[in-house]
């Protein structure tokens, strides 16, 4: 096992998708903690590509086919979604029907994803404890007429992905007895500017000069947003994500100029209230800079730029 592991982990980075954004070290990390059937928490902002982690590490490892995600946060019933269901059949009687988290943790070496944990209801998080306890490993199925105790087989992975920020708002804190059944956590950073355009460039192949200008000035004012929202004067309370960057790169290659991507996608995000001191106006404000104004293309503001830079900033 420890050299199968080992001679994995020597060649893991070539196992990485090129679309997935992730520090070499953290990515060695998760794949390690897949093999080993550990417990892996990811945390980060939303469309920062937690999803896309997990299940690039089931495909990394050969499990893509024992991968099953759920989906905590949309959640409504804890214990029909987690354990399952019972019915009355005239002739049979009473039936229960587990669910498919249930038998999913029946079958070796599989890998569940339990999406978006931090939004999930409390009763989702005390159904869960003795599954996640290393120590345990089962869940007992209540509802069934024998209370069938179902234990966690060999080899199976847990990877939960969170949210953090103040500003997702149905998030709860999660409980610690629940953190430390984790002991794997993984934080994925947003993408800075450069990242961000070298990424939007090689999955959608921009290659054309107006694009990749448009391009450029979105992943700026992207940055900007950011940048602002975590300062200690913050005009805004909200941020633009990498899945927002996205569907302004498939605007561009529709064809929508900024003014129109900035009308569509950006500006919805932020809060029109207080007037001419609303986050909506500076914002705008802030697109304006990159905007061209009757035929004079406009100045944007930029940091200080990188060297060696492949992008226009």
């Keep these: 096992m420890k050299t199968d592991l080992k001679s994995t982990l020597s060649r893991c980075q070539k196992l990485k998708p090129d679309l997935l954004v992730i520090a070499d070290l953290k990515w060695k990390y998760l794949v390690r903690s897949t093999l080993r059937g550990k417990n892996i928490l990811i945390l980060g902002e939303t469309g920062c590509g937690k ?65 978006e944990i931090s939004r999930a ?46 500003e997702y708002t149905a998030t709860r804190v999660m409980d610690r007895a629940l953190l430390d059944r984790f002991p794997v956590k993984i934080e994925m950073s947003r993408l800075g500017k450069q990242e961000e355009y070298d990424l939007m460039v090689r999955r959608f192949k921009l290659t054309e000069k107006d694009m990749l200008k448009t391009l450029s000035d979105i992943v700026e004012i992207a940055e900007h947003v950011h940048q602002n929202k975590n300062s200690t004067d913050s005009k805004l309370t909200n941020s633009i994500s990498t899945r927002g960057v996205v569907e302004m790169t498939e605007l561009i290659q529709d064809g929508f100029s900024l003014k129109e991507i900035a009308e569509c996608v950006i500006y919805p995000f932020f ?28 100045t944007p503001f930029t940091a200080s730029p990188k060297p060696n830079s492949n992008a226009p900033f």
């Design 51 to 115: 999803t896309l982690a997990v299940t690039s590490v089931a495909n990394a490892v050969g499990k893509l086919e024992k991968f099953e995600k759920f989906n905590l946060g949309s959640t409504q019933d804890p214990r029909s979604s987690l354990i399952g269901n019972t019915h009355f059949d005239k002739q049979t009687g009473t039936i229960f029907n587990e669910s498919t988290f249930v038998r999913t943790i029946r079958n070796p070496e599989s890998i569940i994803l339990l999406d």
């Design 121 to 166: 209801h409390p009763d989702a998080w005390n159904i869960l404890m003795s599954t996640l306890d290393d120590t345990q490993r089962y869940l007992r199925l209540d509802e069934k007429i024998d209370n069938e105790v179902v234990k966690v087989e060999t080899g199976v992975t847990f990877i939960a992905t969170a949210n953090v920020g103040n």
């Design 271 to 298: 809060d029109d209230s207080g007037g001419v001191d609303s986050e909506r106006t500076y914002v705008k404000q802030l697109v304006q800079k990159y905007v061209p104004i009757d035929g004079i293309s406009a």
